[in-house]
């Protein structure tokens, strides 16, 4: 293959770059690219990865390594390194998240794990809740010899497993605790390790052995580094303990060169573990150049000033990002709405999207609903309001068996499936087609390059198609009926290949998970359906208004959005000053293309805790309007 002389190369699909991106990415070293809401971080990495494996420095057969924290951010970047490279390029571009990656070194080399901290295989994952680690805090406290039972009862349970697990290299030959914190830790151990019945850890456990691995055996570290020069993560601000640490021990002192990119201002993961000096630590351990970009190419001049002065707010230092957007409304850009009962809060919001909806030709998911938490209970309240003016609202972060619509809507599985589906339900299905037939490729594992191979697919698929049409002819929509089809495709696909060709799936059970969430949605989708499309439809939302909360809002955009709960009940653990709180502000005001409400209403609570969120939109001139 031929690669294209570096002076030569050219952004690929979008016109230009800030100076600074350009410097990032052309560095050949490491490097810091911290940026604000709407840079484009995920569009830098996109070009980047281009412009490394298309210059040919990063030459076949090496390839490049993202890391990213969700399993929806590292499916979007590799989904746009595909939309700006050819394939031949592109698949040389591994996206995984942490987690992935952690269990694949694992699960690989598992022989490799020393003796005394290898897992039984298989094994389970483990997912704990707060009470489990209660009752290992209150037992381990009670079997502790005496000198330490008051430092493990001083031990924080809620961060215990992020900081201290996290944070703690596994000896490879065992040592003995010399600290209450160690015997908590090698009693955690003991506990994760446990074969009976198989061993049941957590993927901060499993993050902890892929380390253990790489510094046990320096052939992986060496297969590693010889395999990926360049390594990107995304949203690095999120980078837990365990994470650092394991980047550090795989890439920490070789050659390989990190580009990480992120945006402390968008820290909203503190309580999970993130750690809060990964981006000081990353600059020194790996002598990183640090990079800001200053541009948004999401919000409004307007909605862009009001950001930074709640960046400001978050770190004095921020500097002033300028907006790229260009303003479609001159009038209510950002505006508080105060409102005395829930009743007048909720109709007026109704009433207003539909209008504005009708007069400005927008789309239902071109509007947001955002609150802070518990979604299921603003639902409750908005969907009947919605429903009187034919608006139909729709809670993504709804539970669907162990995981969410959102996490299911974004599965690969499920894009799969609502696929065939498609083609079974309408004569012209073109996108639907592509989709099932670069999958069954990927399943049947046909390469690019036979022919013969991609005929027997298309009619194969082809085949199953004029099947699954004559059956939903024939069903109406209903659960039983679509229970029978979910069978149908299931025997077709098969489902072992799949998991195979999807690396996703190795992790855990999240096949199962995610068929099972499949079928649940899909059977709440029929009812009242009248045909088969109008219940695909529902099920992909296309005409609904998402309400979400704000940490699964991160990364995403809308024309307008409308927070609901900025009041006291909500906001019930913020306290003036608290970072991760004024975080969590500005990633719901960041999310607006255009405009910005943010919603009060006495009736919900007060607003005393939340004094300095109306005091800094106050002071960038948002005005407040009772409704
Ligand atoms: N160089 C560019 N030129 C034009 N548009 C761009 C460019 N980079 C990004 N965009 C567009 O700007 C918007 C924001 O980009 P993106 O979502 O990647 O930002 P981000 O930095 O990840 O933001 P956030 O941190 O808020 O999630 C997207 O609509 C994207 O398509």
């Not at 939340?610 to 948002?622: I, M, P, Q, S």
């Amino acid at each position: 293959m031929s690669y294209i002389r570096s002076e030569d190369w050219r952004l690929r699909g979008i016109e230009s770059f800030e100076d600074a991106a350009w410097r990032a990415l052309c560095a050949p070293g490491s490097a810091c690219v911290v940026a604000g809401p709407g840079s484009g971080k995920t569009e830098f990495l996109a070009q980047r990865a281009a412009y490394l494996l298309e210059t040919g420095q990063c030459p076949a057969p090496q390839r490049l390594l993202a890391i990213s924290f969700k399993r929806d951010a590292a499916k979007n970047l590799a989904l746009r390194v595909r939309e700006r490279c050819p394939p031949e390029i592109a698949n040389r571009f591994d996206s995984y998240t942490f987690d992935a990656l952690a269990k694949q070194l694992v699960d690989r080399f598992h022989p490799a794990i020393p003796a005394q901290w290898r897992p039984s295989s298989p094994y389970r994952i483990a997912y704990l809740k707060p009470r489990d680690v209660e009752a290992f805090f209150s037992q381990a406290q009670k079997d502790a010899p005496l000198p330490w039972q008051r430092e493990i009862a001083g031990i924080k349970q809620n961060t215990f497993e992020a900081e201290r697990v996290g944070a703690y290299r596994l000896p490879v030959a065992q040592i003995a605790a010399a600290s209450g914190s160690d015997y908590a830790i090698h009693r955690w151990w003991a506990l994760q390790l446990a074969t009976q019945p198989s061993s049941s850890l957590t993927f901060i456990s499993i993050n902890r052995l892929a380390e253990l691995l790489i510094r046990a055996s320096p052939y992986i570290r060496r297969a590693l580094r010889a395999t990926y020069p360049f390594v990107f993560v995304d949203e690095f601000q999120d980078t837990t303990f365990a994470q650092y640490d394991f980047l550090l021990s795989v890439f920490g002192g070789g050659s390989s060169r990190l580009t990480v990119v992120g945006d402390n201002k968008q820290r909203i993961m503190v309580w999970a573990g993130a750690r809060v000096d990964a981006f000081e630590r990353f600059t020194t351990d790996f002598s990183a150049s640090s990079f800001a970009l200053l541009c948004n190419f999401r919000s409004t001049t307007d909605l862009v000033r009001i950001q930074n002065v709640v960046a400001r707010a978050l770190d004095s230092t921020a500097p002033v990002a300028v907006a790229r957007a260009s303003a479609q409304i001159s009038e209510g850009v950002a505006q508080v709405w105060r409102s005395s009962s829930k009743a007048q809060e909720v109709n007026h919001i109704a009433r207003w999207i539909a209008t504005d909806m009708q007069s400005r030709q927008r789309q239902p998911r071109d509007y947001a609903i955002l609150v802070r938490q518990r979604a299921d209970d603003y639902e409750a309240e908005l969907s009947a309001p919605f429903a009187r003016l034919g608006l139909r609202l729709r809670n993504e972060a709804r539970n669907l068996g162990d995981t969410t619509l959102q996490d299911l809507l974004a599965d690969d599985l499920a894009r799969i499936f609502i696929s065939l589906l498609r083609l079974g339900s309408i004569r012209r299905a073109p996108v639907a087609w592509k989709t099932c037939t670069s999958a069954l490729l990927q399943i049947r594992g046909v390469m690019p390059d036979d022919i013969i191979g991609q005929e027997r697919i298309e009619d194969e698929l082809s085949k199953f198609k004029d099947l699954l049409r004559a059956d939903m002819k024939t069903l109406t929509p209903h659960g039983e009926s679509a229970e029978i089809l979910l069978m149908r495709i299931k025997k077709f696909l098969d489902l072992n290949a799949v998991v195979r060709a999807y690396p996703e799936y190795n992790t855990g059970e999240l096949a199962t998970i995610m068929l099972e969430a499949f079928r649940l949605h899909f059977i709440q989708s029929t009812e009242g359906a009248t045909d088969w499309t109008e219940c695909l439809d529902a099920f992909e939302g296309a005409s609904h208004i998402p309400l979400l909360t704000v940490h699964k809002s991160k990364g995403l955009e809308y024309d307008t959005t409308i927070f609901v709960g900025l009041d006291d009940r909500a906001w019930w653990a913020h306290t003036p000053g608290n970072s991760e709180g004024l975080a969590t502000f500005f990633v719901a005001l960041s999310r607006a293309k255009q405009r910005a409400i943010f919603a009060f209403c006495q009736e919900r609570g007060g607003r005393s805790n939340v004094a300095e969120l109306f005091k800094l939109l106050a002071d960038a001139g948002v005005p407040e309007i009772a409704i």
